[in-house]
């Protein structure tokens, strides 16, 4: 089901609680949420929806990807950049890597590990930053 979007900083600047198989229903709202958004947001956290879980979804070309209790555990080359974001009004400074790899379970709980490369590799670590509780 599609939610509203979260927009207050106390609540965004909370740390997310590990995700459970319990919160399955949490991927599906976030999925059909950023399906309603498509055409100016690439990723969603679930605390933009109001669920503070260590839950993301990420639009990967056409197809959207959930990520469960993801954490970065190697990342490279550092850059500056400009990001949006769809709780927040305007575009604010912050640092990126271009290289990260990330540990997370599938939308069927299986355990992965994955290397991911620019703009992907963006969104994850914007998505993941909210899940820490950071907010660009």
Do not use: W
């Not at 900083?9 to 599906?28: H, V, W, Y």
């Not at 640092?95 to 994850?124: H, K, M």
Request: with cysteine; hydrophobic share 40%.
């Amino acid at each position: 089901m599609i939610q509203p979007i979260v927009r207050d900083p106390q609540r965004l600047n909370q740390k997310a609680a590990p995700a459970t198989k319990a919160d399955a229903g949490i991927i599906t709202d976030l999925l059909d949420t950023l399906r309603a958004h498509e055409e100016n947001c690439v990723g969603m956290a679930a605390n933009m929806i109001g669920q503070n879980k260590r839950l993301i979804v990420v639009l990967m070309g056409v197809l959207p990807v959930a990520m469960v209790n993801p954490q970065i555990t190697k990342k490279a080359q550092p850059f500056d950049t400009q990001e949006g974001c769809l709780s927040l009004i305007g575009e604010r400074p912050t640092t990126r890597y271009q290289t990260i790899t990330v540990r997370y379970q599938n939308q069927q709980f299986q355990s992965q590990t994955q290397e991911f490369t620019g703009f992907i590799a963006q969104i994850i670590q914007h998505e993941i930053d909210h899940c820490n509780g950071i907010v660009i």
